[in-house]
């Protein structure tokens, strides 16, 4: 089976934070829980956008998976310079997953208004099942499609 895993939250808000103090270390417990849950019920392929924040984290979490199993993490990059303005600790964190991802695929090369949801579409295009991180009430673009197009939603508050 194949998971997209994205997140509704606001993740500019990430950027700002302290990954090391509350509430970080329990989303990303939570987050690696229903990962690793989604793994033994026979999920192998993920799909991220890695933007900062729970994208970036989970493909992490895939990422350390890979060392011991079989699983498969796909990055679909919503514009070439998605990571321009972070920080150096972040891009270098990005640029990992890039090298250890087993797919990157660029959405668009250059920043475009639709480049998230164009990403969301490819990644929800490849997969069985949307993981959403965030409240059903905030609707994202992929929710639409992925109910379009049969795929399973499945919502997660952390």
């Not at 329990?26 to 019920?41: A, D, Q, V």
């Not at 695929?105 to 250059?110: I, L, Q």
């Not at 480049?115 to 994202?140: H, W």
Request: aromatic share 14%; proline share 4%; glycine share 4%.
């Amino acid at each position: 089976m194949k998971i997209a895993i994205v997140s509704n939250q606001n993740e500019k808000n990430f950027c700002m934070k302290n990954e090391l103090e509350e509430p970080y270390p329990t989303i990303k417990r939570r987050l690696r829980e229903i990962i690793w849950n989604e793994f033994c019920c026979g999920s192998t392929d993920f799909y991220v956008n890695c933007e900062y924040g729970i994208p970036l984290w989970a493909a992490e979490i895939i990422c350390a998976l890979k060392r011991y199993n079989d699983i498969r993490l796909h990055i679909v990059v919503p514009y070439e310079e998605q990571a321009l303005n972070w920080t150096e600790e972040q891009r270098d964190r990005y640029y990992y997953l890039h090298e250890h991802s087993d797919s990157v695929t660029f959405a668009c090369y250059g920043f475009e208004p639709d480049c998230y949801q164009t990403a969301d579409r490819i990644m929800a295009e490849n997969s069985d099942k949307v993981l959403i991180f965030g409240s059903p009430r905030d609707r994202l673009c992929i929710a639409d499609y992925a109910e379009k197009n049969g795929i399973s939603i499945s919502f997660f508050r952390i």
